[in-house]
Nanobody
Framework: QVQLAESGGGLVQAGGSLTLSCAAS????????IGWFRQAPGKEREEVSC????????NYADSVKGRFTIYRDNAKNIVYLQMRSLKPEHTGVYFC??????????????WGRGTQVTVSS
């Protein structure tokens, strides 16, 4: 059974850092693209970052380039999102998701429950 579980969210002051974890089970994370998505209050869910299968090519939304780093621990089957120099506009619920394919997309089939990140000014 494919499952994703996020953790690591919390309340942090602007300029602070957090590292989110997405623990995958029921499949091998390294074989598929996994994305991190954010749902901010009153806004549509958006893709923040993606790590693609095998070679691990990464993509970032313009709003987080240079601040966020996505990486994968293949031995633990976990995908991380390291977030630095956080701003209040980074606040939202962060989800990881996959459709067991080669790209990341909003219309993924498998989602975690999300973890709340709140950045205070």
């Amino acid at each position: 059974q494919v499952q994703l579980a996020e953790s690591g969210g919390g309340l942090v002051q602007a300029g602070g850092s957090l590292t989110l974890s997405c623990a995958a089970s029921g499949f091998t994370a390294a074989w598929y693209a996994i994305g991190w998505f954010r749902q901010a209050p009153g806004k549509e869910r958006e893709e923040v970052s993606c790590i693609k299968s095998r070679e691990g090519t990464t993509n970032y939304a313009d709003s987080v380039k240079g601040r966020f780093t996505i990486y994968r621990d293949n031995a633990k089957n976990i995908v991380y999102l390291q977030m630095r120099s956080l701003k209040p506009e980074h606040t939202g619920v962060y989800f990881c998701a996959t459709y067991l394919g080669s790209k990341c997309r909003i219309g993924s089939d498998y989602w975690g429950r999300g973890t709340q990140v709140t950045v205070s000014s």
